[in-house]
Each structure stands twice: as structure tokens, then as C-alpha cells.
């Protein structure tokens, strides 16, 4: 698993790890049923406190994304309730198209990031980067 956290960044650590893995799992970087580094593992590798992978995972379960196993440790299990999965999107997109409108990002503007987004995540998957 490579993860790199940008100390420089305003964005919290355990958000940067989270969103890092979700975006994994999108571009088929980590499947149903994976088992991530342990606590201890990652906040090793990336250079973090434990803690704050710990709160990295806690979001990540409550989102639906892992599920905690005693002997596998943090595991990728996606919630399969697409309904609620669309609820939520529709409540981050709202955010994030405000923040653009905010910053005069144009309609077509972002279409196009949009696309140009999902092209990425289906040529990684298409061809195993990883």
C-alpha cells in the first residue's frame, strides 16, 4: 500500500489517509475483502501517529468502506446500500459545487473535471495501475 501524506498540507492527516484509500478502492487498488496495515504498520510507513490512523479507520468504517475484524485487523467490506451511498454524495457534492460557484468555476468547467476524473479511475482500473 502507498500512501503519502503532504505535511504541508492544510488538510488533516487522517482525512489526506482516508480519502487516499477511497480513492484506491475507486481505481481497484484495493478489493472486497483486503486487509490494510495494521495501526501500528502505516503510521510506521507514512510517518504519522498512530492515533491518527486509528481516526483515518474509525471514519472510514462509519462510512462503510472497512470493517474492523479482531484477527484481520482494518478490512475492506464496501456498504452495498447504494441509496444511502448517493445520499451522501448529493450532500458532499452540494459542498463542493457551492465552494466552485464561490470561486467562479463554470458548469462546464466542472463537467469536465468530472469526466476527466472518471476517465482516469477507468483507465487505472482498466490497466492495473497501481
Do not use: W
Request: charged share 25%; hydrophobic share 40%.
Amino acid at each position: 500500500m502507498y500512501i503519502e501524506i503532504d505535511f504541508n498540507s492544510e488538510e488533516a492527516f487522517y482525512i489526506q489517509l482516508r480519502n487516499q484509500i477511497i480513492i484506491g478502492i475507486a481505481r481497484n487498488q484495493y478489493q472486497e475483502g483486503d486487509s490494510l496495515p495494521s495501526v501500528r504498520q502505516l503510521a510506521d510507513s507514512v510517518g504519522i501517529n498512530m492515533h491518527t490512523v486509528n481516526k483515518a479507520y474509525s471514519v472510514l468504517k462509519q462510512e462503510g468502506f472497512i470493517r474492523l475484524d479482531r484477527r484481520k485487523g482494518a478490512v475492506i467490506a464496501l456498504n452495498e446500500d447504494k441509496l444511502q451511498a448517493m445520499e451522501e454524495l448529493q450532500k458532499n457534492l452540494q459542498v463542493v459545487l457551492a465552494r466552485a460557484v464561490c470561486k467562479g468555476v463554470s458548469e462546464e468547467e466542472v463537467h469536465q473535471m468530472v469526466s476527466h476524473v472518471f476517465l482516469e479511475m477507468k483507465e487505472n482500473e482498466e490497466f492495473g495501475h497501481v
